[in-house]
């Protein structure tokens, strides 16, 4: 088992004791925010590792340029400008909808559960290859 | 009440991410070790905190995070943001004058100048990363 997966399950583990009466844990509020906590700090740290590998490659390329003795060109520092901005501008976007009280999960993004119709929705359309 | 003091820790943590980069983390992950002159060191924070802050906004986007949880992440991100912009400014302009300097249309002063504020802001983003280290540590004790 990988240092990471160790360290989620044991988080996991963590969560579940701590809500189980009979593994010696309790069902108070305080508990269900240290099992909420606990699911939020295993999400940032399976974000960081998949930051971490974007990090590698990230720091291969800036070898690689290290190496060959130069400066990072326009189109480099454009699409890291770009990205940034990208996120900026997503991250804005969140803080708008959560004032507002809505989700941070931006329009157009379809949720995991599959389309469904209710009695007096039309049919949804068929797909069809061309 | 518990949430709000949980808040900026989990805003740090999530930060955090970006500081082995910088501090005591193996080379090959660690962009900023990589890099040589100062052209490239600032290229390797730049590009660094794209990766980070793409992460975050990939996180915030899920709905998954407590609001006030997302809030706090957007806040570090508001905050860091226009010293990084500032840092990718002054990066153009050093890349820019290196040229001309090539092209033999400025002097090497001048070039000497931008590496300077170059440095300046690489310096300037350095402790406040350092700061949320010592925060994140402060908040753990």
Same mark, same amino acid.
């Given at each position: 088992?990988?240092?990471?997966? &160790?360290?989620? *399950? +044991?988080?996991?583990?963590?969560?579940?004791?701590?809500?189980?009466?009979? @593994?010696?844990?309790?069902?108070? #509020?305080?508990?269900?925010?240290?099992?909420?906590? &606990?699911?939020? *700090? +295993?999400?940032?740290?399976?974000?960081?590792?998949?930051?971490?590998?974007? @990090?590698?490659?990230?720091?291969? #390329?800036?070898?690689?340029?290290?190496?060959?003795?130069?400066?990072?060109?326009?189109?480099?520092?454009?699409?890291?400008?770009?990205?940034?901005?990208?996120?900026?501008?997503?991250?804005?976007?969140?803080?708008?909808?959560?004032?507002?009280?809505?989700?941070?999960?931006?329009?157009?993004?379809?949720?995991?559960?599959?389309?469904?119709?209710?009695?007096?929705?039309?049919?949804?359309?068929?797909?069809?290859?061309? | 009440?518990?949430?709000?003091?949980?808040?900026?820790?989990?805003?740090?943590?999530?930060?955090?991410?970006?500081?082995?980069?910088?501090?005591?983390?193996?080379?090959?992950?660690?962009?900023?070790?990589?890099?040589?002159?100062?052209?490239?060191?600032?290229?390797?924070?730049?590009?660094?905190?794209?990766?980070?802050?793409?992460?975050?906004?990939?996180?915030?986007?899920?709905?998954?995070?407590?609001?006030?949880?997302?809030?706090?992440?957007?806040?570090?991100?508001?905050?860091?943001?226009?010293?990084?912009?500032?840092?990718?400014?002054?990066?153009?302009?050093?890349?820019?004058?290196?040229?001309?300097?090539?092209?033999?249309?400025?002097?090497?002063?001048?070039?000497?100048?931008?590496?300077?504020?170059?440095?300046?802001?690489?310096?300037?983003?350095?402790?406040?990363?350092?700061?949320?280290?010592?925060?994140?540590?402060?908040?753990?004790?």
């Amino acid at each position: 088992m990988d240092p990471l997966s &160790l360290i989620l *399950l +044991s988080l996991s583990s963590i969560g579940t004791i701590i809500q189980n009466p009979v @593994l010696g844990g309790g069902s108070s #509020h305080k508990a269900s925010e240290i099992v909420d906590l &606990l699911a939020v *700090l +295993s999400a940032l740290i399976l974000k960081g590792h998949e930051g971490m590998e974007e @990090l590698k490659a990230f720091a291969a #390329h800036v070898k690689t340029m290290a190496d060959d003795g130069r400066a990072p060109n326009r189109s480099e520092r454009d699409a890291v400008a770009a990205q940034v901005a990208d996120s900026h501008r997503r991250l804005q976007q969140a803080k708008e909808r959560i004032l507002r009280g809505e989700s941070p999960i931006p329009d157009g993004i379809p949720d995991d559960s599959p389309p469904t119709t209710g009695p007096d929705d039309p049919p949804l359309p068929e797909v069809t290859e061309e | 009440m518990t949430r709000l003091r949980r808040q900026p820790l989990l805003a740090l943590l999530a930060l955090l991410a970006i500081l082995p980069v910088l501090h005591g983390c193996p080379g090959a992950y660690n962009p900023f070790k990589q890099a040589v002159t100062a052209e490239q060191k600032a290229y390797a924070l730049y590009g660094t905190y794209s990766i980070f802050t793409k992460k975050m906004a990939d996180l915030v986007e899920t709905g998954t995070l407590p609001s006030n949880v997302s809030l706090g992440l957007i806040e570090a991100e508001s905050r860091a943001t226009p010293v990084v912009n500032k840092l990718s400014e002054a990066l153009d302009q050093a890349v820019e004058i290196a040229a001309e300097v090539a092209a033999g249309r400025t002097s090497q002063e001048k070039y000497a100048i931008a590496i300077t504020n170059l440095n300046k802001w690489i310096t300037e983003a350095d402790p406040l990363i350092r700061n949320v280290v010592d925060a994140y540590k402060g908040a753990k004790r």
